[in-house]
C-alpha cells in the first residue's frame, strides 16, 4: 500500500504570499492531520479532519487554515506568509479517527 | 499541562549498547504513548506505542517501560546499531483526540 503522499516537496514563497499544500492520506484512511516542524517550536500541530469536517485545531493564527475533500485528500493553506512559516509540513493519516497515525515525508516551505 | 517533556537532548551510544530516552508527562487525560524515529528528509515514522495499562512493551530491540504513577515513560533501544541513528520523539494523546503532543526529541547517534 502507497504511503501518504504530500505535494510540492520543496517550496520557496516571499513573505506577504499564500500559499497551498496537498496531502493524499494512505489509501482507505480516512483521517487526515497536520503539523508543523521548526528547529525551535519542534513537531506542532495545526489541525485534523475527518469525515470533511476539521475536529480539532491546533493553536495557531487564523492564516493557517485547511480542508478535506469527500475522498479524504486534504490541503492545507497559509495566507499573508511570515518568515517564522518556514518549517516543514507534515501531513499524517489514520484509519479513522483516533486511531495511530501514519506521516508523509513533508513539504518544505522556505519563506524568504 | 500538555507539555512533553523529553531527554536527553542528543546521546552519543557505541555500538552494541543501550540506548535510553526519557519522557514525563502532565495530563493524566492522555492514554497513549506512541514514539517515533525520523531520518533527516523524512516524515517520522511510528517505532512503538504503549497504553497505561501495560508497564512495558517490547518489539524486537525496542522496548518501551511505562511508569503511570510517575508519569513517565522511557524508549530502551538494546544493541543499539548505526543505522539506528536518527532522531526520536515521544508523543502523547487522548483517545477523545488523536492530536498528538510531541516531546521535544532526542537526537541519537550510534557510532561503529
Known amino acids: 500500500k502507497a504511503g501518504v503522499t504530500q505535494t510540492p516537496r520543496y517550496l520557496i514563497k516571499t513573505r506577504g504570499q499564500q500559499v497551498t499544500l496537498s496531502c493524499s492520506p494512505i489509501?482507505?484512511?480516512?483521517?487526515v492531520s497536520w503539523y508543523q516542524q521548526t528547529p525551535g517550536q519542534g513537531l506542532q500541530f495545526l489541525f485534523e479532519?475527518?469525515?470533511?469536517?476539521?475536529?480539532n485545531k491546533g493553536n495557531f493564527p487564523g492564516r493557517f487554515s485547511g480542508r478535506q475533500f469527500s475522498n479524504s485528500r486534504s490541503e492545507m493553506n497559509v495566507s499573508t506568509l511570515e518568515l517564522g512559516d518556514s518549517a516543514l509540513y507534515l501531513c499524517a493519516s489514520s484509519q479513522r479517527y483516533q486511531e495511530t497515525q501514519y506521516f508523509g515525508p513533508g513539504t518544505r516551505l522556505l519563506v524568504l | 499541562q500538555q507539555q512533553v517533556k523529553q531527554s536527553p537532548q542528543s546521546l552519543i551510544v557505541q555500538k552494541g549498547g543501550i540506548s535510553i530516552i526519557n519522557c514525563a508527562y502532565e495530563n493524566t487525560a492522555f492514554d497513549y504513548f506512541p514514539w517515533y524515529q525520523q531520518f533527516p528528509g523524512k516524515g517520522p515514522a511510528l517505532l512503538i506505542a504503549i497504553r497505561p495499562d501495560v508497564s512495558e512493551k517490547k518489539e524486537g530491540r525496542f522496548t518501551i517501560s511505562f511508569n503511570k504513577s510517575a508519569k513517565q515513560f522511557s524508549l530502551h533501544i538494546m544493541d543499539s546499531q548505526p543505522g539506528d541513528s536518527a532522531t526520536y520523539f515521544c508523543a502523547a494523546t487522548r483517545t477523545s483526540g488523536s492530536r498528538l503532543t510531541f516531546g521535544e526529541g532526542t537526537q541519537l547517534t550510534v557510532n561503529p
Open positions: 489509501s482507505g484512511h480516512r483521517s
Open positions: 479532519y475527518f469525515s470533511e469536517t476539521q475536529r
